[in-house]
């Protein structure tokens, strides 16, 4: 079509709607119809409507989720992502730990955990009779985590400079004080 000057009409705008996608947690590559959109979360982002849009959600250490959502008016998305769990070994010289993260025991080495996948942990090796050991893990797929104890110090290690001297006010009949030369006062 053309105006009465020869000129085209304009084309009228086309239809957006505005898509809003979160997920938990939050980082997650967001791709619509074969095109990436973003990361969670996106908020009112203008996308052309649709009868099934394919939207696909990534992320490191969760399971992918691909959705098919009707974007025929403003849509509102939320997605609980689910951790995908992976097989660490956990080992220590000596064997015999037992190994915990924030005061919950996990195991006694060497065993398999099972832990969720891109998660990054501080593991405490503890055994008696040896020093025990932190550690820090980021989970991933064929993860190994050894430590090496060391032994303690027993009991009679080397004593602090302290206890090997008596205090000089300490007085007892098997170690009476040393008597110096008399010194002269006044008035005798």
């Known amino acids: ?18 898509l809003t996608v979160v997920t938990d947690p939050p980082g997650a590559a967001a791709v619509l119809d074969g095109r990436p959109i973003g990361q969670t979360p996106i908020l009112s982002l203008p996308v052309p409507p649709s009868e099934k849009a394919v939207l696909e ?9 691909i959705e098919t959502i009707a974007l ?4 509102e998305v939320t997605y609980k ?9 956990v080992d220590s010289r000596p064997p015999g730990a037992t190994v915990s993260e924030g005061g919950e025991t996990l195991g006694v080495t ?11 942990a501080s593991l405490k090796f503890a055994k008696k009779g040896y020093r025990s050991v932190e550690q ?3 989970v991933q ?18 004593r602090k400079r302290a206890d090997r001297f008596r205090p000089s006010s300490s007085v007892d009949a098997a170690h009476p004080p040393k008597k110096g030369p008399k010194i002269p006062t006044f008035g005798d």
């Open 110 to 120: 060497p065993f398999e955990w099972h832990a969720p996948s891109g998660q990054t």
């Open 81 to 89: 992502l689910v951790a995908t769990s992976v097989v660490v070994i």
């Open 57 to 65: 959600l990534s992320r490191r250490g969760v399971r992918g989720r």
């Open 72 to 75: 025929t008016k403003d849509l």
């Open 1 to 18: 079509m053309e105006t009465p000057t020869g000129a085209p009409l304009p084309t009228a705008p086309k239809p957006r709607i505005a």
């Open 136 to 138: 820090s893990v980021t």
């Open 141 to 158: 797929e064929g993860a190994e985590l050894s430590a090496v104890l060391k032994k303690a110090r027993s009991g009679g290690g080397r």
